[in-house]
């Protein structure tokens, strides 16, 4: 494909765990040109600037990753979590009305009583991160063309090394900080290059409305850790055993499970459990 007519794709948040991931993927479709915008190149609460910038390259579609994505930095800061969430989100959305636009959503919309969850179950979440989130899907879902993209736990290397779950618990592992893992809490991890390769194929396809791109394995989080572990004994010495139930402060949805068949479908490939997908990187 000559460059000239190659579509370009925004990428936001391209110095995150899944925006780096993207950018590396080898699953661009063809015919497309991907453009990563970190932080210190366009900071995308300041509305004029990103503006001016899409007159400039004049985008033609936008996979949204950035975000305040930490649950603790959204819980102690919510008015900042609600314009790094919701209000850039609605930017972008009124600058790519009629365009295809991917937003990057959560499993923590629900609240952890109803998994499995189908792309049309109800919204509840427990927590400021899930409700800026909740805001945003309805904002992106106002242009019938946009797509949400709900995932879960991503595992993978994140640019400053501190995104990715894993990378959270090879920190702690590596000062010998001991990790109480719920044995009662459940996710379905997924690995960012494989988000990052079921993004651009839903770009692909063209798929709207919403849909749900995780692991095919439900894992509790002392299961994903120890996973994680990989059999070194001086790791699994450090991780330890706690229940959500005793768990004091912010709540969290138990179980996040989520139905992934539509996306398997649009897509037209299978989504791997967690652990298959390590298997095969080791
Ligand atoms: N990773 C997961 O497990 C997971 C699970 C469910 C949903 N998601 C969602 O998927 C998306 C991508 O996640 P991720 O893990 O890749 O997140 P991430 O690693 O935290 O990356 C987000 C990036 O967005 C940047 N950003 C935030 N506000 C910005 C702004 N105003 N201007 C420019 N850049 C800004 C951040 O920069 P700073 O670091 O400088 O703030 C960061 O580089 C997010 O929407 C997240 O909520 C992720």
């Known amino acids: 494909m000559n460059g000239m007519n190659a579509r370009t794709c925004w990428v936001t948040g391209a110095g995150g765990l899944?925006?780096?991931?993207?950018?590396?993927?080898?699953?661009l479709p063809r015919g497309w040109v991907a453009v990563g915008l970190g932080r210190r190149m366009l900071d995308l609460a300041d509305a004029g600037a990103?503006?001016?910038?899409?007159?400039?390259?004049?985008?033609?579609?936008?996979?949204?990753?950035?975000?305040?994505?930490?649950?603790?930095?959204?819980?102690?800061d919510p008015g900042a979590a609600r314009v790094s969430n919701v209000e850039v989100t609605r930017g972008l959305a009124g600058l790519f009305e009629g365009k295809p636009m991917v937003f990057l959503s959560t499993d923590l919309v629900f609240d952890g009583e109803g998994a499995p969850y189908g792309e049309g179950a109800r919204t509840?979440?427990?927590?400021?991160?899930?409700?800026?989130?909740?805001?945003?899907?309805?904002v992106v879902l106002e242009d019938p063309g946009h797509l949400v993209v709900r995932t879960s736990i991503n595992h993978g290397r994140?640019?400053?090394?501190?995104?990715?779950?894993?990378?959270?618990?090879?920190?702690?592992?590596?000062?010998?900080?001991?990790?109480?893992?719920?044995?009662?809490?459940?996710r379905c991890p997924i690995g960012a290059e494989v988000t990052a390769r079921a993004l651009w194929r839903l770009l692909e396809v063209g798929a709207t409305g919403i849909v749900h791109v995780a692991g095919a394995q439900r894992l509790s989080r002392w299961e994903i850790g120890r996973l994680v572990a990989g059999g070194d004994a001086r790791r699994e010495a450090l991780?330890?055993?706690?229940?959500?139930?005793?768990?004091?402060?912010?709540?969290?949805?138990?179980?996040?499970?989520?139905?992934?068949?539509?996306?398997?479908?649009?897509?037209?490939?299978?989504?791997?459990?967690?652990?298959?997908?390590?298997?095969?990187?080791?």
């Not at 509840?124 to 309805?138: C, I």
């Not at 768990?247 to 652990?275: K, N, S």
Request: aromatic letters at 8%; proline letters at 4%; glycine letters at 10%.
């Open 50 to 76: 990103v503006a001016a910038r899409f007159r400039e390259e004049r985008p033609d579609a936008v996979i949204h990753c950035a975000a305040m994505s930490r649950t603790g930095d959204c819980q102690r």
């Open 158 to 186: 994140s640019p400053t090394g501190d995104r990715g779950f894993n990378e959270e618990m090879e920190r702690a592992w590596a000062t010998g900080r001991r990790l109480d893992l719920f044995v009662d809490e459940y």
């Open 239 to 282: 991780i330890g055993e706690a229940s959500v139930r005793a768990h004091v402060g912010m709540r969290r949805p138990a179980d996040t499970t989520l139905d992934i068949r539509r996306a398997q479908g649009l897509m037209g490939f299978e989504l791997p459990g967690y652990e298959e997908w390590l298997r095969g990187r080791r």
């Open 124 to 138: 509840n979440p427990l927590m400021v991160y899930g409700e800026t989130k909740v805001e945003a899907e309805r």
């Open 18 to 27: 899944i925006g780096s991931a993207l950018m590396a993927s080898r699953g």
